[in-house]
């Protein structure tokens, strides 16, 4: 229940202000595993940006590519030695 209460303040918090509160966002980190799914299609250029955008407390990062032209595992490769 405790999970269930600290996602639903986190939630709220991002609604009202437009950003989780520090303490909301400690207690998610703390009591969750949050995962992100990246679907792309020809995003090569938009990995960089996007791998940077996501917040410390993600724990996992999940890449799927719908079978791109533009070869985005370089991209990934030079994110993953930065």
């Not at 303040?9 to 437009?18: M, R, W």
């Not at 792309?40 to 250029?45: D, I, Q, S, Y």
């Not at 993600?58 to 994110?79: K, N």
Request: with cysteine.
């Amino acid at each position: 229940m405790m999970k269930r209460k600290a996602m639903k303040t986190a939630i709220e918090d991002v609604v009202t202000t437009g950003s989780p509160s520090d303490s909301a966002s400690e207690k998610v980190a703390s009591t969750s595993t949050v995962s992100v799914i990246i679907p792309t299609l020809n995003e090569a250029g938009n990995i960089p940006y996007v791998l940077n955008s996501i917040p410390s407390w993600v724990q996992e990062v999940v890449i799927v590519d719908g079978r791109s032209s533009d070869t985005p595992s370089g991209s990934l490769v030079s994110c993953i030695q930065a």
